[in-house]
């Protein structure tokens, strides 16, 4: 085999299926990588659209290789093991057909390779939400050096030392050394195999790489909540997609065990409690009771089967959310369901009423269960799973109305003195934080009023959206956060407002579908025109 010049290092795989609209971008972000990208070798997974035409276009590039297979492969890891086989370079980087890689990225990463000697370096992978365009970076805890992660800029000869790497399952944000996948034989499953990144990344760890963790950025995933073909990671709402990844930890699981390292296998069952549980469970009251039903079986059957040190290492509330799951044998419905819903949710919150044993014990679910709540008394005012219910009323100054709801008395032993709201713009993600309120004892609890002038909350030319957080401060001097959701039964307001000066102001004081207060306000003509817009797509949608 001849081989590659110098500078050219890399091969990147790209997979597409019917992706036409898209993959003439992904390509074209890899070749903007510069000399190092020696190849593109693009696997075409026998598309049935104009996939092959814009393939086509990039003939006269002799970089872009395509591959086309006759037969669809049915999922994503089959193409990728197809490009793996036919790239020539000594490093391999995986790019799907509908994202792109950041400029300059591949450079960065191999000076890193080549420094420390590494068979996978690690970058910085950026969620990018369309249309909006919001970005958040993919494993924070991992990456993001502003959010406190310490592992960028570290080596690590395999990842016993730091299982935390478990939870980054992707496998697009690395640099891989061919010759240590060949010699490990890592590939990912074949064929109708969802979710497969968990797999080979699990086969990538259980092989002890040399690993170079940095905060380069290097690929934009991005998310399409719109699309008309939604990716698998979006497809939460078939029962299969749950299964599918359910597949695929048990599959992890074993990969660790089969390796000789079982110390890998509980992180990696923490993880599953402590992220693809509570993304599903969440989600369960808004789905059929046919799928509830079944979905409950699907994980208590899965779940009952972790280790307990994989329990005892997860967050309390996800510890009583399995203790929950395993005791009881079918579904909990109305405020119990509820409950486990809202204990699940991105800030963990036990919402009333609140149950106890026999004993006097606080529980998660009343008997026959009496699922106990472990660990309750010890967590730290930051870590309380409070529940705050609060309503919005628009004029010259908004005023959120809230209500702290008592926690078996954990919240009264801290003397709760004040409240700030703070304001989040789900576009731009901008931040405004009101005044501090002070928090009245009133009935279970405590409640307060926060004031933000209305034109603070207004953005030029369209419809400006919030979301809102309780800031709570107790005597000590410590603090507590909790997401502001609507009290139950709250069917949503809409309508006009005066804001200063007479302004006429539109208004939407709506729940989530996940109930948190969310708070749509315009004034002007551009802002009128988007909100009726809006209601037209929507009209049309429904038809």
């Not at 079944?294 to 203790?323: E, N």
């Not at 309508?495 to 579908?513: C, D, E, H, K, N």
Request: hydrophobic residues 45%.
């Amino acid at each position: 085999m001849v081989e590659p010049p110098h500078a050219a290092r890399v091969s990147v795989v790209v997979i597409a299926y019917n992706d036409a609209e898209h993959v003439g971008d992904a390509i074209r972000s890899a070749l903007a990588q510069g000399e190092a990208v020696g190849e593109v070798v693009v696997v075409d997974d026998a598309s049935a659209d104009a996939t092959p035409g814009v393939l086509a276009g990039f003939s006269a590039e002799p970089r872009v290789k395509p591959l086309v297979r006759e037969v669809n492969s049915g999922g994503c890891g089959t193409p990728r093991n197809d490009g793996i086989g036919a790239a020539v370079h000594p490093w391999v980087l995986f790019l799907d057909s509908d994202d792109v890689l950041i400029p300059g990225a591949v450079d960065r990463l191999l000076a890193v390779a080549a420094e420390e000697r590494a068979d996978v370096v690690t970058g910085l992978c950026v969620r990018r939400e369309l249309p909006e365009g919001r970005e958040t970076v993919w494993a924070p805890s991992l990456y993001d050096v502003s959010r406190g992660a310490t592992l960028p800029g570290t080596v690590l000869d395999g990842v016993e030392d730091h299982p935390e790497l478990v939870l980054d399952t992707l496998s697009v944000n690395k640099l891989y050394r061919r010759d240590f996948l060949n010699g490990h034989a890592i590939r990912f499953p074949e064929g109708a195999f969802h979710y497969e990144d968990f797999v080979f990344s699990a086969r990538v760890q259980a092989a002890a790489p040399r690993i170079a963790v940095t905060d380069v950025p290097l690929y934009v995933w991005h998310v399409r909540r719109q699309a008309a073909n939604l990716s698998i990671s979006l497809r939460q709402g078939s029962l299969a997609n749950w299964e599918h990844r359910v597949a695929a930890h048990r599959a992890v699981v074993e990969v660790f065990r089969k390796a000789g390292r079982p110390a890998l296998a509980i992180p990696a069952q923490t993880k599953f409690l402590d992220y693809d549980l509570p993304m599903y469970l969440r989600e369960l009251p808004r789905r059929p009771a046919a799928y509830r039903a079944d979905w409950w079986t699907v994980t208590r059957d899965h779940v009952a089967g972790f280790d307990d040190a994989a329990v005892a290492a997860a967050r309390a509330p996800h510890r009583w959310l399995h203790a929950g799951i395993t005791a009881l044998a079918a579904a909990p419905e109305g405020r119990e369901l509820t409950r486990f819903a809202e204990l699940a949710a991105g800030r963990p919150r036990l919402v009333p009423p609140y149950p106890r044993s026999e004993d006097g014990a606080p529980v998660l679910a009343a008997a026959p269960a009496d699922v106990p709540l472990d660990g309750l008394e010890e967590l730290s005012p930051a870590g309380l799973p409070v529940a705050v219910d609060g309503l919005a009323a628009v004029g010259g100054t908004t005023r959120v109305t809230l209500t702290v709801h008592e926690l078996y008395g954990r919240v009264g032993a801290l003397h709760p003195v004040s409240v700030r709201v703070e304001c989040t713009e789900r576009v731009s993600g901008s931040k405004l934080l009101a005044e501090a309120a002070p928090l009245v004892p009133s009935g279970e609890g405590w409640t307060a009023t926060a004031r933000v002038p209305s034109a603070r909350l207004l953005r030029a030319g369209r419809l400006a959206s919030w979301s809102f957080v309780a800031v709570l401060r107790y005597a000590d001097g410590s603090t507590g956060r909790a997401e502001i959701r609507t009290p139950d039964g709250f069917a949503g307001r809409r309508g006009m407002a005066l804001g200063r000066f007479g302004r006429v102001l539109l208004v939407q004081v709506v729940a989530s579908p996940r109930r948190a207060l969310t708070l749509r306000l315009t004034g002007g003509m551009a802002g009128a025109r988007q909100v009726l817009s809006g209601r037209i797509r929507r009209f049309l949608a429904r038809r």
